[in-house]
């Protein structure tokens, strides 16, 4: 075998145990072989296509089966997964496919009038695969169906050019131009971040190679079982699967694409689920929430963890899940799209962790602006780092590549703007994004995107966006309108025109009018001054 790869791992555990259930999704459960054998068929298609060595493949799905499927053929035949966020609109779409190269897209029946509107512009792409869902839209004539295509039965594909620990993965993720970035994870780096097929939480010491990993699954036993309930198609759902099935272990999805947390606890009982993944208050919140007015109707004994990344979670939440389930550690990691493993808090019952309080990871460090560790203690600010195995880089942006991935002490670092500072006993006290990123259940919202279409509103003079504390979602966005004279803009009309532009969570949820936004006269905004105006005007502490 060559290096860390995850078509030769994920393809040896189908090998070696093709009876393991390896993905449920409502009534219906996939073994390990037949993830394999559906995913190795998909992938002969696109070979048979014409598609070379690292060609790209966007997925532009919901939760499914079909997600890791289509990832496992990408990496079947040599190719480069794409994650989508299937909230944006058609020129962000359109950005997206375009800026990644896609060759081929993978995407729900849901989003094929999306896709019309943009498809004579994205001539590189030679395969669009429709997954039927319950929209029920008939498939168009440039499509071509998903299942028939995964339930052939075809020989093991033999990939462009042998497989290899640069293989690679694409993660795109929210930029300050209202366009996403796409982050290039070599393979072999993302086993290393991702514990190399280890996890501490349950006890299972990282392989030394695939073939370990392999060597550790025997048929009949049980893997893990772990249930993702935020989208795969961001890096907490996509990579804590990963982690998963490097294991040899289950993934389950939810069905439903509006979140419910009663039936996500009916899921835990049914599936015995032993692993929940969420992103924060977001999905914490509605959980507590239902097992609060239903004492006792679930059982949850299964449970021993339950993580998140990306965004804060309360400490009082926290502790009051874990009276509900007190057997489970909960694990709330710091990271992002290009700095995975920066910190981690891990809470047990009668010992949760404060509040945006985190161990720093092997490979963290706190420096200043000029280089300089921060130390312990200090009370001095700076911009947290995190080196070893780290990406590229973004994808065919260099200059926004050397303002994130920076030399410091002679070695190579992602620095993605998060400020720090570093308590007496080591642990790092987060702060925030230093470019007042929004960050609205465990979505990154960037503030000049949204603005930027606010003033496009013919009401509207000036506009800053900012984010409000939220307990459910951490964050929403707020409007700080100056208006043009005699125009007072109600919020129904601004949300509408976000939404007409970008997805619909960035659209604004309040609106403070202000006689001025009073730029300084190079044209910065203060916007802690208007973030804090908004907050009284809006009367949140």
């Known amino acids: 075998m060559s290096g860390w790869n995850y078509a030769e791992l994920w393809k040896g555990i189908a090998k ?31 070979i048979a296509s014409g598609m070379g060595h690292q060609a790209k493949v966007a997925h532009y799905l919901y939760n499914a089966p079909q997600y890791l499927e289509s990832t496992l053929a990408s990496w079947l035949g040599g190719f480069v997964p794409v994650n989508t966020n299937y909230r944006y609109g058609p020129e962000e779409i359109l950005y997206l496919f375009d800026n990644s190269d896609a060759e081929a897209v993978v995407f729900h029946a849901v989003f094929a009038d999306l896709i019309e509107q943009v498809r004579d512009r ?36 033999t990939p462009v050019k042998p497989y290899s620990g640069d293989d690679m993965l694409f993660l795109y993720t929210g930029g300050t131009t209202g366009m996403p970035k796409g982050v290039m994870w070599r393979q072999e780096d993302l086993f290393m971040v991702l514990g190399r097929g280890g996890n501490a939480l349950t006890q299972v ?36 699967a990963f982690i998963s099935l490097a294991m040899g272990g289950c993934i389950v999805t939810m069905p439903n694409r509006n979140f419910d947390p009663a039936k996500l606890w009916d899921t835990v009982e049914q599936r015995q689920v032993n692993s929940i993944v969420i992103v924060g208050q977001a999905f914490a919140g509605p959980m507590l929430e239902a097992l609060d007015a239903n004492p006792g109707k679930w059982n949850t004994t299964s449970v021993i ?41 891990v809470s047990a019952k009668g010992a949760a962790v404060k509040t945006a309080q985190f161990a720093l ?44 991935f920076r030399m410091f002490e002679g070695r190579r670092w992602t620095v993605p703007g998060d400020w720090a500072e570093v308590n007496a006993d080591g642990t790092l006290h ?37 984010g409000i504390p939220d307990t459910r979602f951490g964050e929403t966005i707020c409007a700080v309108v100056e208006a043009e004279p005699g125009h007072a803009p109600a919020l129904d009309e601004l949300s509408a025109h976000v939404k007409s532009r970008l997805a619909a969570y960035k659209a604004p949820r309040n609106v403070v009018l202000v006689p001025t936004i009073g730029r300084a006269p190079n044209g910065k905004v203060d916007y802690k001054r208007l973030k804090q105006h908004a907050m009284d005007e809006l009367g949140v502490k």
């Open 430 to 466: 987060l702060l925030g994004r230093g470019s007042v990123c929004i960050n609205t259940g465990g979505e990154k919202v960037f503030p000049e995107e949204v603005e930027e279409v606010l003033k496009t509103h013919a009401s509207v003079r000036d506009a800053v966006a900012v």
């Open 305 to 345: 963890q339950m993580g998140s990344s990306g965004v804060m979670w309360s400490q009082e939440n926290k502790d009051a899940l874990l009276n509900h389930i007190p057997q489970m550690l909960i694990s709330d990691s710091f990271g992002s799209s290009e700095a995975v493993g920066m910190g981690m808090s």
């Open 361 to 404: 990871g092997p490979n963290c460090v706190v420096f200043t602006e000029d280089g300089e560790r921060v130390q312990p203690g200090s009370g001095e600010r700076g911009l947290v780092a995190v080196g070893g195995a780290i990406p590229m880089g973004y994808y065919k942006d260099e200059v926004k590549s050397a303002q994130t």
């Open 122 to 157: 994205l001539p590189k792409v030679k395969r669009w695969y429709m997954v039927a869902d319950e929209s029920g839209h008939a498939l168009p004539s440039w499509a071509i169906d998903y299942e028939s295509v995964v339930s052939r039965s075809v020989p093991d594909v």
């Open 205 to 240: 010491p990282p392989g030394d190679s695939v073939e370990e990993l392999i060597a550790r699954i025997k048929p009949g036993e049980k893997g893990l079982v772990t249930l993702v309930a935020c989208p795969l198609m961001h890096g907490t759902g996509e990579f804590s």
């Open 16 to 46: 070696a145990d093709p009876s393991r259930p390896a993905q449920i999704f409502g009534d219906t459960v996939y073994t390990w072989g037949e993830f394999h054998s559906r995913a190795n068929a998909l992938s002969a298609d696109m």
